[in-house]
Every structure is written in structure tokens, then in C-alpha cells.
């Protein structure tokens, strides 16, 4: 369990750390998180659902490599919503 703790005190602390640095550079972030989601927790995806007016955030996730898989409606936006999908690079099925 502590271990576990750690573990995840240390992902969270690593995640702070990159948001300061991502505030002038958001492509940062989102290197960063999939990186943490790939290499350290090894997911073989992980999606996004970014506001759909919010195309700064959309572009970022198309330059990172997600793509757009489907749009889903979300009760709290209370409209349809984008869903991204990146597959880990070397777990790609």
C-alpha cells in the first residue's frame, strides 16, 4: 500500500511540476501525461474529451497524435462532445 501511495504522491508531484512549465506551452502537458500514461502506468490507450468549442485544446491533442473517434453526448456540457483516442506507439492493436 505504501508503495502504491508513492507511487502515485510521485505521478502527481511529476504532473504539477509539468503543468507550470505547460502553462506557456500546452503541447508540453500533454507529452507529458502521455508519457506517464504509456511508460509508467502501461495503459495501451488513453482518450481525451476536450470541450468542443475549446479548438486550442483540440489541436493540441491532433499534433500529439490522437484522433477523433466518435462525438458523445455529455449530461453535464449538455451537448455533444469530441472523444480522442491515442494508442500506445508500441502496444498499437
Request: aromatic residues 6%; positive net charge.
Amino acid at each position: 500500500m505504501e508503495g502504491e501511495l508513492s507511487f502515485h504522491r510521485s505521478l502527481v508531484e511529476n504532473l504539477v511540476k509539468t503543468f507550470r512549465v505547460a502553462q506557456r506551452r500546452p503541447g508540453v502537458l500533454g507529452a507529458s501525461v502521455t508519457g506517464m500514461v504509456f511508460n509508467r502506468l502501461m495503459l495501451p490507450k488513453v482518450g481525451a474529451l476536450p470541450h468542443p468549442q475549446n479548438i486550442a485544446s483540440i489541436r493540441v491533442l491532433e499534433k500529439l497524435g490522437f484522433t477523433h473517434v466518435r462525438d458523445v453526448f455529455h449530461e453535464a456540457c449538455d451537448r455533444l462532445v469530441p472523444v480522442f483516442k491515442l494508442a500506445c506507439p508500441d502496444r498499437r492493436a
